[in-house]
C-alpha cells in the first residue's frame, strides 16, 4: 500500500524520479524544495513504505484564489462576488516505472483528503488546476474537474 508523504531531502531520491515532462521532473529535483522551504508550496510524494526513498509520484498544493467571473452563470449564482478561495493543484506526476498502475488517480484521491483537512480550518470552494496540454486535460476531466468559463485548461473540483 502507498502512502503520501511531505516531501524530505533526507530519505526521498528526487534525483532517479522520471516522468514523461521534463519540466515536473526539474521542478522535483530543483524547485520543490526552494519553495517549500518560503512556504509557497507543499510537495507531497507517494512511497511504498518499504522503500521510502523510492518516490512513485508527487503531488503539490498551495493556495488561490478564483475571481467569480471565471465560473459558468449556474456556480456564480451560487457565490459570493468577491475572489473565491480554492486550493491549487500546482503540479503532479508519476513514475514511469508505474505506468498503467492507477497512480495518477491514487495522487489526485490523497491530494482531495489533504484538501478536506485544510477546509477543518480554512475556507476553500474548490480544488484547480492548470493543465498543461489536452492529454493532462482529459485525464482531470475524467476525475470531475470542469473546465472554467473561459479557459479549458484551468478546471476546478468543487470540494
Known amino acids: 500500500m502507498f502512502e503520501d508523504q511531505a516531501l524530505d531531502s533526507k530519505v526521498h ?3 532517479s524520479f522520471r ?7 526539474q521542478f522535483l529535483q530543483k524547485e520543490a524544495g526552494q519553495l517549500e522551504k518560503r512556504n509557497i508550496t507543499k510537495t507531497f510524494v507517494l512511497v511504498d513504505p518499504l522503500k521510502p ?5 508527487f503531488y503539490s498544493l ?5 475571481d467569480h467571473q471565471n465560473f459558468s452563470e449556474g456556480q456564480k449564482k451560487k457565490l459570493p462576488r468577491y475572489p473565491i478561495p480554492c486550493i491549487r493543484l500546482g503540479r503532479l506526476a508519476r513514475s514511469l516505472d508505474f505506468k498503467g498502475q492507477g497512480i495518477g488517480e491514487l495522487l489526485i484521491g490523497k491530494a482531495l483528503l489533504r484538501c478536506q483537512d485544510v477546509q477543518k480550518s480554512v475556507g476553500a470552494y474548490a480544488l484547480i488546476v492548470d493543465a498543461k496540454n489536452e492529454n493532462a486535460r482529459d485525464f482531470y476531466i475524467q476525475y ?3 473546465p472554467f468559463n473561459h479557459d479549458d485548461h484551468h478546471l476546478f473540483l468543487v470540494l
Open 19 to 25: 516522468c514523461e515532462e521534463p519540466l515536473l521532473v
Open 13 to 15: 531520491d528526487r534525483n
Open 144 to 146: 470531475g474537474f470542469i
Open 62 to 66: 498551495s493556495t488561490a484564489q478564483i
Open 53 to 57: 526513498s523510492e518516490i512513485v509520484g
